[in-house]
Nanobody
Framework: VQLQASGGGLVQAGGFLGLSCAAS????????MGWYRQGPGKQRELVAR???????NYADSVKGRFNISRENGKNTVYLQMNSLKPEDTAIYYC?????????????WGQGTLVTVSS
């Protein structure tokens, strides 16, 4: 599975940005697609993910502000980020998670930088 992310950039606090990630390869086996982020001096954390049946999970810090959606026919996931805060500044990584033989495998796209200025 290969992941190609796009979007991100610089925005002022309170603004919005969108990210997209397109998967290619063995996409039929993907169970979850989503976004993780890693801020300065922080560990990578889950931002949001969507399952193959449309179930979604969000980090508490982004609930009500971010929205993730998945277009299965295009194997693409979108993250709409609203009411951005400086603490949302991070490198955002697209992720695809696959369950094979009772083991999870993670695939990562290249990171895309989101900078929120105060």
């Amino acid at each position: 599975v290969q992941l190609q992310a796009s979007g991100g950039g610089l925005v002022q606090a309170g603004g919005f940005l969108g990210l997209s990630c397109a998967a290619s390869g063995s996409t039929f086996s993907i169970n979850y697609m989503g976004w993780y982020r890693q801020g300065p001096g922080k560990q990578r954390e889950l931002v949001a993910r969507v399952g193959i049946f449309g179930t979604t999970n969000y980090a508490d810090s982004v609930k009500g502000r971010f929205n993730i959606s998945r277009e299965n026919g295009k194997n693409t996931v979108y993250l709409q980020m609203n009411s951005l805060k400086p603490e949302d500044t991070a490198i955002y990584y697209c992720n695809a998670r696959i369950l094979r033989s009772s083991r999870w495998s993670d695939y990562w796209g290249q990171g895309t930088l989101v900078t929120v200025s105060s």
